[in-house]
């Protein structure tokens, strides 16, 4: 589970957040931590963990403990509106970004870094597993409804992912490190075939140290970009 730390007020029957995890504000820029010249239509995501006082990328990969604080900067060489959703086991998805009751600003700017959520962290917490996120780039708006039925799956492979845990990535030929698991990370989104009311791009995913850049394969700007991002925690 992952719950919004700051800007929120705190329950008394265990530290959760009030106003949980779907309570974004508005995009707010970052400093760029890209190098010039990305791919002309790219994406670049990086999940960084705050260490004492300061935040620091890691793998995308990387097996999370509980309590971890963690955010994401995102990344566009292309303009559009982003929506952020997170996937229930049950298979129903709740707004992460833009919050659902919300008219804040969710339109990327080209090359600009933006660090989501804009202030605070997400905090891992509850049982081992995978925290499934969707990210939709939209080369317009949506309406709420559109972007909702992208994110939402069938529930069958919905509680499928509930059910995984996380492996650490260790072997006598890999030299013991940061716990990880290939299953974490930026995937591909597949919709199913009963939602047809959008329809995605076919993307690369390329990893370059911490960073995952994920590429359209096409140029038919007209139509969105989804992908999954994976946070697993132990």
């Known amino acids: 589970m992952l719950w919004r730390k700051s800007g929120c007020g705190m329950n008394s029957g265990g530290g959760r957040a009030v106003c949980g995890l779907f309570a974004f504000c508005a995009l707010v820029p970052v400093a760029a931590w890209c190098e010039e010249g990305a791919g002309a239509n790219s994406l670049d995501i990086v999940v960084e963990r705050k260490v004492d006082s300061g935040w620091h990328s890691v793998d995308p990969h990387y097996v999370f403990a509980s309590r971890d604080q963690i955010r994401f900067v ?7 509106y982003l929506y952020v959703l997170n996937r229930a086991p049950s298979g129903v998805s709740e707004w992460m970004f833009p919050a659902g009751n919300t008219q804040a600003d969710n339109q990327v700017a080209i090359g600009q870094s933006y660090a989501i959520p804009a202030e605070g962290a997400f905090v891992i917490s509850g049982p081992p597993g995978f925290e499934t996120t969707v990210w939709i780039l939209s080369p317009t708006s949506l309406p709420a409804a559109a972007a909702r039925a992208v994110g939402e799956e069938d529930k069958a492979h919905a509680a499928r992912d509930g059910n ?28 199913p075939a009963q939602k047809d009311s959008l329809v995605a791009r076919d993307l690369t995913f390329s990893k370059e140290g911490d960073k995952t850049r994920i590429t359209p394969k096409d140029d038919s700007a007209g139509n969105p970009i989804v992908y999954e991002f994976r946070i697993a925690h132990r």
């Open 74 to 80: 995102f990344r566009s060489a292309v303009p559009g």
């Open 164 to 191: 995984l845990i996380p492996r650490c990535r260790d072997t006598f030929l890999t030299p013991r490190g940061p716990c990880t698991d290939d299953r974490a990370g930026a995937t591909p989104f597949l919709v």
